[in-house]
């Protein structure tokens, strides 16, 4: 859930930089969830007559995660040595969104781009630094 939050808190409109693998499925997990569910209480409020709380629900979500959205999936893109005008390849028909599927489910590319250092390095993997004893 931290992925989700800090693409919200701290990089809604960042477009510099890379954004592993992880950081990236995370947010769009939790992405789609909240999607599903907002939708599935859409559903259930027009039963009731009420679907314009539920419409405007979606939409208002829909809108605000626009931009942490974008500038993830671009971030995601320079991760893999692509530029971010990539992104246009999913206004293609059919196959554009098959092809930024595929960009971003590839690895990073190793070592600093010229979009920045690789995130996964060593010094900035939270894995590798799972029982070490802290420096003060």
Known sequence: ????????????????GRA?????????????????????LYAILEDVGMSQIGMFLLVVYVLMSLLPALALTIRRLHDTGRSGWYYLLSFIPYIGGIII????????????????????????????????????
């Open 101 to 136: 599927f595929i960009f971003t489910v590839m690895d990073s590319e190793m070592g600093q781009n010229k979009w920045g250092p690789n995130p996964k390095s060593a010094h900035t993997d939270e894995i590798n630094e799972i029982g070490k004893p802290l420096d003060f």
């Open 20 to 40: 592993r693998r992880t950081e990236y499925w995370m947010f769009m997990l939790f992405h789609f969830l909240i999607i599903f569910v907002l939708a599935f």
């Open 1 to 16: 859930m931290n992925w989700f939050l800090d693409a919200f808190k701290y990089k809604y409109l960042d477009f510099t």
